[in-house]
């Protein structure tokens, strides 16, 4: 089992800047690929990011160039810094662990954390 707690989120005013936390416990963290997720109101839950255990990222063409996703093995921790907030960033952000090979896909992550709710201002 892993678990997984997310921290950072908060309310930000667009253009602004927001750090999420993602903690794991439980089985080798670097064992597994990392990912950020997100599930805006009446919407369905859909990718953000992915980071592997030696760093290399994924990012959807939404946040590209705007959002950074980053891990600290020796502290279990993967982090996502959001950069040039934008009111469509509104959602609340989940951090999930994987080895599946569905790397954009819900069902390529076994473990969820409980989410952390972001909101972007005008």
């Known amino acids: 089992q892993v678990q997984l707690v997310e921290s950072g989120g908060g309310l930000a005013q667009a253009g602004g800047s927001l750090r999420l936390s993602c903690a794991a416990s439980?089985?080798?963290?670097?064992?597994?690929?990392m990912a950020w997720f997100r599930q805006a109101p009446g919407k369905e839950r859909t990718f953000v990011a992915a980071?592997?255990?030696?760093?290399?990222?994924y990012y959807s063409d939404s946040v590209k160039g705007r959002f950074t996703s980053s891990r600290d093995n020796a502290k279990n921790t993967v982090y996502l810094q959001m950069n040039s907030l934008k009111p469509e960033d509104t959602a609340v952000y989940f951090c999930?662990?994987?080895?599946?090979?569905?790397?954009?896909?819900?069902?390529?992550?076994?473990?969820w954390g409980q989410g952390t709710q972001v909101t972007v201002s005008l």
């Open positions: 980071i592997w255990s030696d760093g290399t990222t």
């Open positions: 439980g089985r080798t963290f670097s064992n597994y690929r």
């Open positions: 999930a662990a994987g080895v599946a090979p569905m790397v954009l896909m819900q069902t390529g992550y076994a473990y």
